[in-house]
């Protein structure tokens, strides 16, 4: 499964579709597959693919083999948290997404240290792995290990980062993502309202078979493509053909229109039609939007990295023998990995296809963390902590070449 999270887009969200010579007949195409799509619906099961806890039900019982950060006495069950808003943070300290939120979570866990709201950050991972993270990146609020994968089990929190806000009575209030987690959500289940699920919950959409295209109304960008399923919400349409084509971005030539208007796309079969799903919404994008997608080969400006001094810097061994990797926006920690993959994030950072010509072999461990608002700063990290080298080219690559045709 890919599973992506990107950090709010700025732009306008959700208003109307792009601007376009023939906006017309592209609001009647649109038109049309979502009314499809609701008609697919209806003929599929009605039953929610999402079978963990709920809100308004009682949250499972906490199972932390230890807490730190935690006073003397403090026990981690609901008759002892009653009277307190608890923020459930199930993440671990090689999810980047994870500690690419820490500074929101610290700063609400701040603002709430005075009030009756605890925050717990569980994690299955050992706890030295754990305290040793903590010197490097603090993280407020009580910090709970799960070795078992109880709790987190409990929780059915498959995908980290997960936020499960509880009530002061021990009933779920709210299950979202940290960049989801506001003041205002905590303060109205302090409160003891009701929160606005449509904003702040997860839900995972009742269809056997679904397919929809429309105009973003979410204010953050995220991605899961998996068997059977694909879904990206305030996404471009660049972007959604990426994922479906499995291309990076800086490898597709579109009009610029493609780039700007955000859209929330979902679509969902059965098991025995998944590998057919990505063509599916592929042909979807196409026809809703008059495209025409062909891949071809051309000379283009490349980054050529190189490893002068061979294994060197920052760059580890393999420490484990199941591969692992995390990214977000700052941050990349990856285990057992190919430098492909590395080469791939700069790539997507500083949008100019990376050749990687190392000459690296076997997997890597290393952890990257830079300015996303300097681009350039990955490089510079690369060359200091890694010691590869990124220098300007032009090379002959496949790239994905999509036009927009008139009528």
Same mark, same amino acid.
């Given at each position: 499964?890919?599973?992506?999270?990107?950090?709010?887009?700025?732009?306008?969200?959700?208003?109307?579709?792009?601007?376009?010579?023939?906006?017309?007949?592209?609001?009647?195409?649109?038109?049309?597959?979502?009314?499809?799509?609701?008609?697919?619906?209806?003929? @599929?099961?009605?039953?929610?693919?999402?079978? @963990?806890?709920?809100?308004?039900?009682?949250?499972?019982?906490?199972?932390?083999?230890?807490?730190?950060?935690?006073?003397?006495?403090?026990?981690?069950?609901?008759?002892?948290?009653?009277?307190?808003?608890?923020?459930?943070? $199930?993440?671990?300290?090689?999810?980047?997404?994870?500690?690419?939120?820490?500074?929101?979570?610290?700063?609400?866990?701040?603002?709430?240290?005075?009030?009756?709201?605890?925050?717990?950050?569980?994690?299955?991972?050992?706890?030295?792995?754990?305290?040793? $993270?903590?010197?490097? %990146?603090?993280?407020? @609020?009580?910090?709970?290990?799960?070795?078992?994968?109880?709790?987190?089990?409990? $929780?059915?929190?498959?995908?980290?980062?997960?936020?499960?806000?509880?009530?002061?009575?021990?009933?779920?209030?709210?299950?979202?993502?940290?960049?989801?987690?506001?003041?205002?959500?905590?303060?109205?289940?302090?409160?003891?309202?009701?929160?606005?699920?449509?904003?702040?919950?997860?839900?995972?959409?009742?269809?056997?078979?679904?397919?929809?295209?429309?105009?973003?109304?979410?204010?953050?960008?995220?991605?899961?493509?998996?068997?059977?399923? $694909?879904?990206?919400?305030?996404?471009?349409?660049?972007?959604?053909?990426?994922?479906?084509?499995?291309?990076?971005?800086?490898?597709?030539?579109? =009009?610029?229109?493609?780039?700007?208007?955000?859209?929330?796309?979902?679509?969902?079969?059965?098991?025995?039609?998944?590998?057919?799903?990505?063509?599916?919404?592929?042909?979807?994008?196409?026809?809703?939007?008059?495209?025409?997608?062909? %891949?071809?080969? %051309?000379?283009?400006?490349?980054?050529?990295?190189?490893?002068?001094?061979?294994?060197?810097?920052?760059?580890?061994?393999?420490?484990?023998?199941?591969?692992?990797?995390?990214?977000?926006?700052?941050?990349?920690?990856?285990?057992?990995?190919?430098?492909?993959?590395?080469?791939?994030?700069?790539?997507?950072?500083?949008?100019? =296809?990376?050749?990687?010509?190392?000459?690296?072999?076997?997997?890597?461990?290393?952890?990257?963390?830079?300015?996303?608002?300097?681009?350039?700063?990955?490089?510079?990290?690369?060359?200091?902590?890694?010691?590869?080298?990124?220098?300007?080219?032009?090379? %002959?690559?496949?790239?994905?070449?999509?036009?927009?045709?008139?009528?």
């Amino acid at each position: 499964m890919i599973r992506e999270n990107y950090k709010p887009y700025k732009g306008n969200v959700g208003s109307a579709l792009p601007t376009f010579p023939f906006r017309n007949s592209i609001v009647s195409r649109l038109s049309i597959v979502v009314c499809a799509a609701v008609w697919i619906s209806t003929t @599929g099961s009605a039953n929610s693919q999402f079978s @963990g806890p709920k809100p308004n039900s009682a949250a499972p019982e906490l199972r932390l083999r230890q807490l730190l950060q935690a006073p003397e006495g403090a026990a981690p069950d609901w008759p002892s948290l009653r009277g307190r808003v608890v923020v459930l943070e $199930f993440w671990a300290t090689w999810c980047a997404p994870c500690i690419s939120a820490l500074p929101h979570l610290n700063q609400l866990a701040d603002k709430f240290k005075d009030k009756p709201v605890q925050f717990i950050s569980i994690t299955d991972e050992d706890s030295e792995v754990v305290a040793a $993270f903590l010197k490097r %990146r603090p993280i407020k @609020g009580w910090v709970g290990i799960d070795l078992n994968r109880s709790s987190r089990d409990a $929780f059915q929190a498959e995908f980290i980062p997960r936020t499960v806000v509880v009530d002061k009575l021990g009933r779920i209030a709210a299950i979202t993502r940290p960049d989801l987690l506001t003041e205002e959500l905590i303060n109205t289940v302090a409160e003891g309202r009701q929160p606005d699920l449509v904003r702040f919950q997860i839900a995972e959409d009742p269809a056997r078979f679904n397919l929809t295209i429309r105009p973003a109304k979410s204010t953050s960008t995220s991605a899961e493509v998996s068997p059977g399923r $694909f879904t990206c919400r305030n996404m471009s349409l660049k972007r959604a053909l990426s994922l479906i084509h499995n291309i990076s971005e800086t490898r597709i030539i579109c =009009p610029l229109l493609l780039q700007d208007a955000r859209y929330d796309i979902s679509a969902a079969v059965t098991a025995d039609k998944s590998g057919a799903l990505n063509g599916l919404v592929s042909k979807a994008i196409e026809t809703s939007f008059n495209l025409k997608v062909r %891949r071809e080969t %051309r000379e283009v400006d490349v980054l050529v990295m190189t490893a002068p001094k061979g294994l060197a810097g920052g760059l580890k061994p393999a420490s484990a023998a199941k591969p692992k990797y995390s990214l977000a926006d700052d941050a990349m920690i990856a285990t057992g990995q190919q430098i492909d993959l590395l080469a791939d994030r700069i790539e997507k950072v500083m949008n100019v =296809p990376v050749l990687n010509e190392t000459g690296l072999a076997g997997r890597y461990d290393w952890e990257i963390v830079y300015d996303s608002k300097q681009a350039n700063s990955i490089v510079e990290v690369a060359r200091k902590e890694l010691d590869l080298e990124l220098k300007a080219s032009r090379r %002959r690559i496949e790239i994905l070449v999509v036009e927009m045709e008139r009528e």
